[in-house]
């Protein structure tokens, strides 16, 4: 019987956890957004503009995956790829629109 209950809890526990997702999109900073980097234009590239706001202006990275803003719970690893398109895969906490970050690649 506790064999049956303990396997119960946890298919239960399995399906109340959050899937993963994967989102593609372009690494930004919290300040620029979806305004892009055309208003504050910080750097030459949307890469220095990046790094920029994120020293000076203390912002964090984001994903724009089209016209919505995620954040990402991981901001180190996000600095490799500043002002690249990328392959974000994580799972997504929808009340606070941050994706928790298991994994993050170049896309093409």
């Known amino acids: 019987m506790n064999n049956l209950l303990i396997a119960g809890l946890l298919a239960g526990a399995a399906l109340a956890a959050p899937a993963k997702q994967t989102f593609t999109g372009v690494i930004t900073d919290s300040e620029c957004g979806s305004a892009g980097h055309v208003v504050m234009r910080m750097g030459p590239t949307d890469a220095e ?51 928790n970050v298991s994994a993050m690649v170049a896309a093409k």
Do not use: W
Request: aromatic share 8%.
């Open 49 to 99: 503009c990046t790094y920029a706001c994120i020293q000076a202006h203390g912002a964090s990275y984001v994903l724009l995956a089209g016209k919505t803003v995620y954040n990402l719970s991981n901001q180190q690893l996000p600095e490799q790829y500043a002002g690249r398109r990328v392959r974000v895969t994580g799972t997504l906490d929808a009340k606070t629109n941050t994706i």
